[in-house]
């Protein structure tokens, strides 16, 4: 039998109505494109030489976590799982003979798959995704083949986008600002023509673009969709609570600040831009408290990993992150590593989060997050429902926000770079290859090659298979004693390696980090499939 409610308590509960839409938060997840935590002044302090007011706002407002990871150290392997709440490496990879070149990539994930949208959803939320995409579309064609540059019909809506995985209104770019096709796509509908042929950044992709599209204009131009967004939901008369997605361009290249930004910064243009990046956080901030929606807001600001080696006032050149330390900026703050390697400054990133009321103001967070635990965090704020399955290895981190010293919900952290996988536990950190897990094209050192040649010359030839994990061929850290990774204990502390080795075993294995029946990985997982040839045995 239905439980009878008494008639007063009915009222009561429709007049508390925004006391229950406090309980279900909105939600505004801001991820900026390779900034490091450097850049921002609330973490590198004196080695910072960019002003970030606002981060530095949200740091005083809410609680500034300092052990914060990205699960990946480049852009899609990372969105992935922030959008999923599971490791990039557990989805099969898609079918390179259908993905077209940059933006015209193919969907990463399957339609369907479980997302934060999604999840949220349950719980009556009504999600927006504004800003870079870069987890792939299928747009329609005027042929048979592969999407790509010579063949979209820019007339037709995408066949998958955004709307696929939850979301109720979405304004895209669909890759990075460096990759074509540059023109904006809302709600699965292309804006305008795309009958130009554009380029920007060092690295001179020319490719289709709308006639109207200029790479200054765009931080602006995803600002002020997010603030139409925000307020729409502040006017709306039903009140029903929102999680809008909003992905910044920048400060990736090109290196491109707005003509109002241009010369704010002693550092030159990256430090420019890093301003505007600054500028459109605090843009959003101002859109919430004109609202009225800032007291029943989660808003999180972050970066989806670290700084690239070659970002700074050149276009793209490698190992400009010289020059720039050079000039007293620390993009990757303390730490070693940059963009696409397995090092602390390649994935740590900053993290603030402020939910007025309910996470500590001015808290300092010293635990291990990871983004991947966005979708469980968010999950329990909105008291959304989520299956057996979903978001399988995102832990929730929502005892963190009101106690920032509490004991750390999560155990370990898999984190994988272009080329290597790493886990930490504690203070250690287990990095499985001898290198920085990434080509040293752009100036991430010791890059694969030097370092596996090294390593299989020390011991002495090649190894088979199995004994790549030896501690000959592996790097453990402290990252207590050794935040900056100098010191390799591999040799000196074998048991611990044979511990992580245990640990991230069983990780890969079970399908899951969260407690639970064992999953299906949705392709076997090799830690060393992206080696050098010449490393095994024959």
């Known amino acids: 039998m239905m439980p009878r409610f008494p008639f007063f308590l009915v009222l009561a509960l429709l007049a508390c109505g925004g006391a229950m839409a406090q309980d279900r938060p909105n939600i505004v997840l801001v991820v900026a494109d390779d900034l ?3 850049d921002v002044k609330a973490y590198g302090g004196e080695r910072c030489k960019i002003d970030t007011p606002n981060f530095d706002r949200l740091a005083r407002e809410g609680v500034r976590f300092t052990d914060a990871h990205a699960t990946a150290s480049s852009c899609i392997a990372s969105r992935m799982a922030i959008m999923t ?4 490496w557990r989805y099969a990879a898609p079918d390179a003979a259908t993905d077209g070149p940059w933006g015209y990539l193919t969907p990463r994930l399957e339609p369907g798959t479980p997302t934060l949208a999604t999840v949220l959803k349950r719980a009556g939320y009504r999600s927006g995704y504004v800003g870079k995409w870069h987890l792939g579309t299928l747009m329609s064609t005027k042929d048979s083949k592969p999407q790509g540059p010579g063949n979209v019909d820019y007339e037709t809506p995408l066949r998958v986008g955004p709307a696929e995985y939850g979301f109720d209104f979405s304004f895209i770019l669909p890759g990075s600002l460096d990759m074509y096709p540059y023109a904006f796509i809302r709600d699965g509908a292309w804006v305008g023509p795309v009958t130009a ?5 060092g690295f001179q992709r020319s490719g289709p673009a709308a006639p109207d599209f200029e790479d200054h204009l765009v931080l602006d131009t995803l600002t002020k969709e997010a603030e139409a967004f925000l307020s729409e939901a502040g006017a709306a008369e039903k009140k029903e609570p929102f999680f809008l997605y909003v992905g910044l361009t920048s400060p990736h290249s090109p290196i491109s600040p707005g003509k109002a930004f241009q010369g704010k910064s002693a550092l030159g243009p990256y430090g420019d831009l890093v301003m505007e990046t600054d500028a459109c956080l605090g843009r959003i901030l101002d859109a ?8 029943g807001t989660i808003v999180v600001a972050t970066s989806d990993h670290g700084p690239a ?8 050149a490698p190992g400009q992150y010289k020059k720039m330390q050079a000039a007293g900026h620390y993009s990757n703050g303390d730490y070693r590593g940059f963009k696409f390697d397995i090092y602390e400054g390649a994935h740590r990133v900053p993290f603030l989060v402020r939910w007025p009321g309910k996470a500590a103001s001015g808290g300092v967070c010293p635990r291990v997050v990871g983004l991947v635990d966005l979708m469980a965090t968010f999950a329990g704020a909105a008291k959304a429902r989520m299956v057996d399955g979903e978001g399988a290895d995102s832990v929730s981190f929502l005892t963190l926000l009101e106690n920032p010293t509490a004991e750390a919900p999560r155990r370990n952290l898999v984190v994988t770079s272009d080329t290597a996988f790493s886990i930490r536990r504690g203070a250690l950190k287990l990095i499985l290859g001898p290198g920085c897990g990434a080509s040293s094209q752009w100036g991430n050192e010791p890059g694969d090659d030097v370092a596996w040649q090294t390593a299989v010359a ?16 592996v790097q453990l850290y402290n990252l207590t004693k050794d935040p900056k990774e100098t010191k390799n204990l ?31 990985n949705d392709r076997p997982v090799n830690y060393f499939e992206k080696i050098p040839p010449f490393v095994l045995a024959k």
Do not use: C, M
């Not at 709440?85 to 990039?88: E, K, L, T, V």
């Not at 042929?197 to 950044?201: I, N, Q, Y």
């Not at 919430?288 to 007291?295: C, E, I």
């Open 458 to 473: 020390a011991f002495g030839h090649p190894p088979t298979l199995s004994e790549l994990g030896l501690p000959q061929f």
């Open 490 to 520: 591999a040799q000196d502390q074998p048991d611990d390696v044979s511990t992580l080795l245990e640990q991230i075993d069983t990780v890969v294995a079970s399908g899951r980090t969260t407690p639970g029946d064992w999953l299906e």
């Open 197 to 201: 042929t554009k380029a920007f950044s």
């Open 85 to 88: 709440g599971r490791y990039a």
């Open 36 to 38: 490091g935590i450097g």
């Open 309 to 316: 080696a070659y970002a700074g006032n050149e276009p793209e």
């Open 288 to 295: 919430l408290d004109r609202t009225g929606l800032a007291k």
